[in-house]
């Protein structure tokens, strides 16, 4: 058990360190000369050259990507091109936002994805469950940024219940307006987390339903109710587990797009508007963020599976 | 790819009407990009004293914030948008196939060296990385098409390799290779072809991605760019005038909507005709 957790840490290192080189590649690889930022009209060529030799420029390249990497191990990401602050200060100053949203659609899609499904798949091929079915292919399908729009156009725009972008009403400080602001982001998140989710939990309550088990427990006369929302429920929140893993790289790529869309101050919107302003640090600062969220839930999503199922350890 | 499975296939759209409908959809898309200059009005004219006109008998879909024929421009844009979704999905499928045939079939230290690339490509945000590099490469339709292509072709290739793995074991093949046939002749002409109703679930699934990746790229302003419009740079267009020009949003999010859904629904529809015992749920 400590070995299969120890060689799945180990296995994600090599992981980590391509991600680092694809990263720095990504800084190497943006057009212009980073000095530039830095150049005033001013200065002498001398001055420029000294500015280069400070900021490591003249080394090869391999040299500089120790230098850039034993920065980034020691938590130095470097300084943004726009306003010098750290890198990692700013990503982490809008971390909270992006988890709190992020975390309430995850909770809220699970709440809703796996009872919906679990009824779905006991009345596999009715109306209620091929309706189930139909909304949830809409919601894989729907280009989130345009549900976002609709969303706002109809409770905003419309109906001017609830606010159309940022996180907070200028000067007032309550956890109630940070939850009007955080509706819609959400229930467009969590519409497409359901979506994608309860197609996936409904065929493995199928599966589970047709497992001897739930015979014998109809034999002993338990109800229909007793054997999906005792047993079958157990046997599907095991492989959740894995979707949850897997899900994350489209959890981030919803950030960026639906934090955009609501203009939520989160890493998502942070990285986007580093993108337009080519502000290198911040992009590979974020990159490399990302790819390590990603491959870390992976990492625990596998080892909480083998944690819950010690099955799995004798399989590998 | 015998005349079974096309039977399959057949029965199967009969059975699934979403299927029927799905093909309906695409065809009047098809040709309503194929035939867009028929349409009376040229989509970049500008008319300035018809700015924002809302749907009517003259204007279909209404004008834009320039005055153009919101119609036209929905043609043209569905055009820019199906290109692009078929072509980088041809890549995809392209590099896909090659990179999990060749990883499946040899095995060993290739298999290793390409499954880890595809590993460290899939732990990067795509979508991010997709955006970094439009923003490195002047945004143009060839660029948004080649990084969509050669950034989504990874769940492809693990799909085939895994498939590959087994095929590879048939008697079939082992007395291609027994006789001297090239490897490359073993894997276009006997491994390929008995993947290919993978390929093609594969295909039409990603072709839906690719559609809702450009859109996403040009709705953020690094897709396609002026004057070539796709539905989702209109979108881009649209967000401003949200409140006096709400169809503006409306018809390009519903054109997008409409063609993922049918490219899923006929990924769903060949999933169940190709492997009808395992996937009929």
């Known amino acids: ?316 | 790819m015998n005349r079974m499975r096309w039977r399959n296939v057949k029965a199967q759209f009969k059975e699934q009407k979403t299927g029927i409908i799905a093909l309906i959809i695409l065809t009047i898309f098809i040709i309503g990009a194929v035939f867009a200059f028929l349409s009376p009005y040229d989509p970049n004219k500008l008319v300035p004293t018809d700015r924002l006109l809302p749907p009517s008998a003259t204007h279909w879909f209404g004008t834009d914030d320039y005055g153009r024929d919101y119609f036209a421009r929905a043609l043209y844009g569905g055009r820019v948008s199906l290109s692009v979704g078929f072509l980088a999905m041809a890549i995809a499928v392209v590099v896909g196939t090659a990179v999990g045939a060749i990883s499946g079939y040899f095995g060993g230290f290739i298999d290793n060296l390409l499954m880890r690339m595809v590993d460290v490509l899939m732990s990067i945000p795509s979508f991010f990385l997709m955006l970094i590099l439009n923003a490195y490469l002047k945004p143009s339709i060839p660029t948004i098409i080649i990084i969509i292509g050669l950034l989504s072709w990874m769940s492809i290739a693990r799909i085939v390799r895994a498939e590959t793995l087994s095929v590879k074991e048939r008697e079939y093949v082992m007395y291609a290779r027994v006789s001297g046939q090239s490897t490359l002749r073993i894997i276009t002409k006997h491994i390929v072809p008995s993947i290919l109703p993978t390929i093609i679930v594969s295909a039409s699934i990603n072709i839906a991605s690719a559609i809702l990746m450009e859109s996403s790229l040009s709705f953020l302003g690094l897709g396609v760019q002026q004057p070539n419009s796709s539905w989702g740079s209109m979108l881009n267009n649209a967000q401003g005038f949200i409140g006096e020009a709400p169809y503006m949003a409306i018809f390009p999010g519903l054109f997008i909507l409409l063609t993922v859904l049918s490219f899923n629904f006929l990924g769903d529809v060949f999933r169940v005709a190709f492997e009808p015992k395992v996937n009929r749920r």
């Open chain 1, 1 to 316: 058990m400590k070995k299969n957790i120890l060689r799945r840490v180990l296995q994600s290192i090599p992981l980590l360190w391509f991600i680092s080189v694809v990263s720095f590649a990504l800084i190497k690889l943006a057009p212009g000369d980073p000095v530039n930022s830095f150049v005033t009209p001013n200065m002498s060529a001398e001055d420029v050259e000294r500015i280069r030799h400070s900021l490591g420029l003249d080394q090869p390249v391999i040299m500089q990507y120790f230098i850039w990497l034993k920065n980034v191990l020691q938590g130095n990401f470097g300084y943004s091109l726009t306003n010098h602050r750290p890198v990692l200060e700013l990503i982490l100053e809008r971390l909270p936002a992006t988890i709190g949203l992020m975390g309430s659609a995850l909770f809220l899609s699970l709440i809703i994805a796996i009872p919906l499904s679990i009824i779905a798949a006991s009345r596999k091929n009715k109306l209620l469950d091929r309706g189930i079915g139909m909304i949830s292919y809409i919601g894989i399908s729907i280009p989130s940024f345009w549900f976002g729009i609709m969303l706002i156009y109809i409770f905003a725009v419309k109906l001017h219940w609830l606010p159309s972008m940022g996180m907070r009403t200028i000067g007032v400080d309550s956890f109630w307006d940070i939850v009007k602001h955080g509706i819609l982001p959400c229930a467009v998140l969590t519409f497409i987390n359901v979506s994608m989710y309860s197609r996936y939990i409904r065929s493995q309550a199928i599966s589970q339903l047709e497992e001897d088990y739930v015979q014998i427990q109809y034999a002993y006369g338990a109800t229909k109710r007793s054997v999906l929302w005792r047993h079958v429920l157990k046997n599907v929140l095991l492989p959740i587990i894995t979707i949850l893993g897997m899900s994350f790289a489209d959890l981030i790529a919803g950030a960026f797009i639906t934090e955009t869309v609501f203009s939520w101050p989160g890493m998502g919107s942070l990285g986007i508007s580093s993108v337009f302003g080519l502000d290198y640090p911040v992009i590979m600062g974020i990159t490399m963020f990302s790819s390590f969220m990603l491959v870390i839930g992976n990492l625990v999503a596998d080892i909480l599976y083998s944690v819950v199922d010690p099955r799995i350890k004798t399989m590998r």
